[in-house]
């Protein structure tokens, strides 16, 4: 993976502060070298002109500091080990956009104003459809691309997105490719697709009272872009769509490895089969782990939890529970790598081609007091269409490793992503054994995602491979909890915002104490939030975790965030922007949610507006309407 970045230096005096220049983009970065900037350290702020070479890439780039007495400070320590109060406001818009043309900052500051008009948000979809069939596709196209779509996405294919992965590595940001094309079908198409792909045609009404209501599907919830701002959604058809997503996401992966040095290609699972895999997996993995509390009379560290046949008949026993086969064959059940000892699933056999899967899809439940299994049923045609599934995930993980490119495994609906996790623990174990190519998404919001974190990074541990992950922050209401209030079972999002963000932070702690200890894990830091990139770079300097190590990175969306993106990127961190791309009509859809997201973010899009108008009025007041970076 890439790595030649500038470092924030030590050595800074109380109440400084600092000037970085950095003298070449990230995408000429390596792992050989570690390039230092020039800095300069005065006790009022000013511009300096770099002394390294490659002029093209600006030199002036500024961490404005100062030391007001709050919690977001970061402590560093000067060269005779007094602390030093250093706060990043990102408040230079002079720095933060200078990457754009006079003209993308005046359409920014429109684009932005009318994201935050309730109506034209709320019917943005119906108004898009109307303009299109008044002014017709050609007009339409235009008008979308002078606005909204050249703001919030990079191009129509490789060709078109190259010159904004240019300017992006050349002011030290990276490209997550993601080619934002969806399929706009209706609402009632959805749900039959839905309902059809989630159950077997194989089912047993009566034994489908069995299962765990989250990992049952519900007409009512069909739907799963309802009530969703921030998540393409694939619904599945047939298998010559799967086929067809693979191939899209090759394509991607083609051009994130084209267009830099240092891409991501950005992926959801469900694109790639039938969704009904993951529910049922995501059932077995759950059932199996309360099995594995009960008995171990833990929660924590259940990767380590191991199991003899005699330590569960007495577990049974002590809860009161009869095995209803005494001849060990339920032992059997759960030691499916023969070892004899029960523990985590041995779902790397899940990846081997002869393995039957009705065979691993047997969860173990509790009826009447008794200990059974609950087969989950499916025909011969539904297993080979999981099978390929799996084989769909390997092909684009080998291609993404034989590219240079780094997958980005997106977080889908809670009732999937138990499975999603797993799979792409898998995907880890096989591919990142030499480097990170697999990231996984970890949400936040969820209240088990620490347990589900620490549990997956000590297995990388255990096994000896790369551990990548992304780290979500955002806190969902909607759809979410309605289903789990509606349908009964115990919500599995976070109360409150406050719960989250304590939740992110935890996670985040947790992974970069665990970056300074191992030392191959990578942690994508994916946010808006100026306080969590605060928080973030303070643990790093006091875990002297350096920007140069190319372990910690940096996400935000393309056109949004951008004085938070662009000083950090030219101040030597890794940085990456989430870069959609694709044809005008076929990424309304994603135009949709981003006018939604915008809607929902008042606070930081208020200051991104203010700082933009900031900006265009000094360019204005200085003639420099016709600056081109």
């Not at 099995?291 to 007495?314: F, W």
Request: charged share 25%.
């Amino acid at each position: 993976m890439a790595g030649i970045c500038r470092v924030l230096t030590q050595n800074l005096s109380r109440n400084a502060r600092i000037v970085s220049n950095l003298n070449y983009p990230i995408g000429m970065r390596t792992k050989s070298a570690a390039a230092q900037p020039n800095i300069v350290v005065e006790n009022e702020e000013k511009d300096v002109t770099s002394t390294g070479g490659n002029d093209h890439v600006s030199s002036r780039a500024k961490i404005v500091v100062s030391s007001p007495p709050n919690i977001h400070d970061i402590q560093k320590l000067g060269g005779h080990g007094q602390p030093n109060t250093i706060q990043l406001e990102f408040i230079d818009a002079k720095e933060a956009y200078r990457s754009k043309t006079t003209w993308e900052i005046f359409r920014a500051i429109v684009v932005l104003r009318m994201c935050q008009f309730d109506a034209l948000v709320t019917y943005n979809k119906e108004i898009m459809k109307f303009a299109q069939t008044i002014l017709g596709k050609r007009l339409f196209e235009r008008i979308m691309k002078a606005s909204f779509y050249s703001h919030f996405i990079a191009g129509e294919n490789q060709v078109r997105i190259q010159p904004t992965i240019d300017r992006l590595s050349k002011y030290g940001v990276g490209a997550i490719l993601d080619y934002s094309v969806e399929e706009d079908i209706s609402h009632n198409k959805a749900v039959e697709a839905e309902m059809e792909s989630c159950i077997s045609n194989e089912a047993n009404p009566e034994e489908d009272e069995g299962h765990l209501k989250q990992y049952k599907a519900y007409p009512e919830f069909g739907d799963r872009r309802e009530n969703v701002s921030s998540a393409r959604t694939y619904f599945y058809t047939d298998e010559a769509k799967c086929d067809q997503n693979l191939r899209t996401l090759l394509q991607c992966v083609d051009a994130a490895g084209a267009t830099s040095t240092d891409g991501f290609a950005a992926v959801k699972l469900t694109a790639l089969g039938r969704p009904q895999m993951l529910l049922n997996l995501s059932e077995v993995l759950i059932r199996t782990r309360d099995m594995l509390i009960q008995m171990a009379g833990t929660d924590k560290n259940l990767v380590n939890v191991k199991l003899t046949r005699q330590q569960v008949q007495n577990e049974l026993e002590k809860m009161g529970i009869q095995s209803r086969d005494s001849t060990g064959e339920w032992f059997t059940w759960m030691d499916h790598n023969n070892d004899g000892w029960i523990d985590l699933l041995d779902w790397d056999r899940l990846m081997h081609p002869d393995v039957t899967l009705k065979k691993i899809f047997t969860a173990p439940r509790i009826q009447k007091g008794q200990l059974e299994p609950l087969q989950l049923v499916f025909s011969e045609e539904e297993e080979r269409q999981m099978k390929r599934m799996l084989q769909r995930t390997d092909v684009l993980a080998k291609r993404a490793r034989d590219k240079g490119v780094r997958l980005m495994i997106d977080a889908e609906q809670t009732y999937f992503q138990p499975a999603i996790s797993r799979l792409v623990i898998e995907m880890m174990r096989k591919f990142n054994r030499k480097s990170p190519v697999i990231f996984n998404t970890y949400q936040c919001y969820l209240k088990q995602a620490y347990n589900n974190l620490t549990v997956d990074m000590e297995l990388s541990q255990r096994e000896h491979f790369h551990f990548g992950a992304k780290l979500k922050c955002r806190h969902i209401y909607g759809a979410r909890e309605a289903r789990a209030q509606e349908i009964g079972y115990a919500d599995p999002i976070n109360a409150s915002y406050e719960a989250t963000n304590q939740c992110y932070h935890k996670c985040l702690n947790h992974m970069l104490t665990s970056i300074k200890r191992y030392g191959d894990i990578n942690l994508m830091v994916a946010s808006h939030n100026e306080d969590t990139v605060r928080f973030t770079m303070r643990r790093m300097d006091e875990l002297s975790i350096g920007p140069q190590d190319q372990l910690v990175y940096f996400g935000q969306l393309l056109g949004m965030c951008d004085q938070v993106s662009f000083p950090l990127g030219q101040s030597g961190y890794a940085v990456y922007k989430y870069v959609p791309y694709g044809p005008v009509a076929d990424v309304l859809p994603y135009l949709t949610r981003r006018a939604q997201e915008n809607k929902g973010m008042l606070k930081g899009v208020g200051k991104e507006r203010n700082l933009l108008w900031q900006e265009f009025k000094r360019r204005v007041v200085q003639g420099k309407l016709l600056y081109n970076p």
